[in-house]
């Protein structure tokens, strides 16, 4: 760990980043965002401010209702779930070897360290192998194409424990676990999402390649382990690990924004908690991580340990990592809080995604 002192006036993000590590884009200033035609009856094109607003809108418990329900998420996740169940009554050493192995490889690897240190707030860079390869995992944790997951987890850094943040507790502890999922998005949902939330990525061929095979790749990944060691294989393989990785997953959307210790003064309402961290590879110094989203590191004091991290480093000794952001604020800064050097009261006015 790093003993790099800090000086509190210098922002540690680049001047391409805002402060949640979010990537900025050229857009229009918000008063021209604002001047929308008085008919909005008309075909005319949503503006960006109109386009925002739809999406804080959707992220809102109300619309979780019996007619409003994603069906394909929900019917997925009981699926999955009952699939773990089963598992129990279907153990193999062999199938608990590939439960380990794959639940690190797309728990760790692919969303941790490629979906959310690596894409989301580019703490460093990947080589191509190494980009492919991250990506490939995370897709196949089945949360999401990594546009999906990256854009709904910058929007989460802007709005955190705001009106617009996907899963806050402030909404209820289980919205922010899992019930959040199961609200159907709007049309459109997605692509404004990519559009706003992740510009700089859309057009990447790689992400673009996993936003169209995510489907195949998890039912080919499925008749793979079911063809390697029959039944016990796929359910451990497949649906006890994504359980497993999503309830860890989701731990970090609700349990550390409930309950732990803060090291820092955040805006929101994030928490350090060891269980998680140890559960999600390190995500569960949550604290640490919003105070400092680019930083590479998520654990800042000797004893936080992140195994995320470690990954990060072996990366980089091999080469497939470089640029990695390692430095960890010094404790005068933590001391004081960040708020006044990069978590801005209100993060709408500070960011331009
Ligand atoms: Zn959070
Ligand atoms: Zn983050």
Redesign the pocket.
């Known amino acids: 760990m790093s003993d790099t002192i800090v000086p509190e006036t210098q922002n540690e993000l680049p001047p391409e980043t805002d402060a949640s590590g979010v990537a900025t884009l050229e857009l229009p200033s918000e008063s021209v965002l604002d001047q929308t035609d008085a008919d909005t009856s008309s075909d005319r094109p949503l503006t960006i401010a109109e386009e925002r607003q739809l999406i804080i809108d959707f992220h809102d418990p109300s619309n979780l209702r019996w007619n409003n329900l994603d069906w394909i998420t929900l019917g997925w996740t009981v699926v999955m779930h009952v699939g773990a169940v089963a598992a129990l009554f279907n153990f193999t050493w062999p199938a608990f070897f590939a439960f380990l192995v794959l639940h690190w490889l797309t728990a760790s690897i692919g969303i941790c360290l490629g979906y959310h240190r690596y894409l989301s707030h580019r703490s460093f860079k990947l080589r191509t192998p190494g980009k492919f390869f991250a990506m490939l995992c995370g897709t196949l944790s089945a949360e999401g194409s990594p546009l999906d997951w990256a854009s709904t987890h910058r929007l989460?850094?802007q709005k955190?424990?705001q009106k617009g943040d996907p899963h806050s507790p402030n909404q209820g502890n289980w919205w922010s676990h899992i019930l959040w999922l199961f609200a159907k998005p709007p049309k459109g949902h997605w692509e404004r999402m990519h559009r706003i939330y992740t510009p700089e990525l859309v057009n990447d061929p790689i992400l673009r390649f996993f936003q169209k095979t995510e489907f195949f790749l998890l039912v080919g990944s499925g008749v793979v382990l079911y063809l390697i060691g029959g039944l016990p294989m796929l359910l451990w393989g497949l649906c006890m690990r994504m359980v497993v990785a999503y309830h860890s997953t989701w731990f970090?959307?609700s349990a550390?924004?409930i309950w732990g210790y803060r090291n820092y003064e955040t805006r929101?309402r994030?928490r350090n908690l060891w269980w998680v961290a140890l559960l999600s590879y390190g995500e569960g110094w949550?604290n640490n991580?919003?105070a400092h989203p680019s930083v590479a590191p998520a654990g800042h004091r000797w004893w936080e340990i992140d195994m995320t991290w470690m990954a990060i480093r072996t990366w980089q000794f091999f080469g497939l990592a470089y640029d990695v952001k390692d430095q960890i604020p010094d404790r005068a800064s933590r001391k004081a809080g960040i708020d006044e050097n990069d978590a801005p009261a209100d993060p709408i006015a500070a960011t331009s995604v």
């Open positions: 989460h850094h955190s424990d970090v959307n550390t924004h929101d994030s949550h991580h919003h």
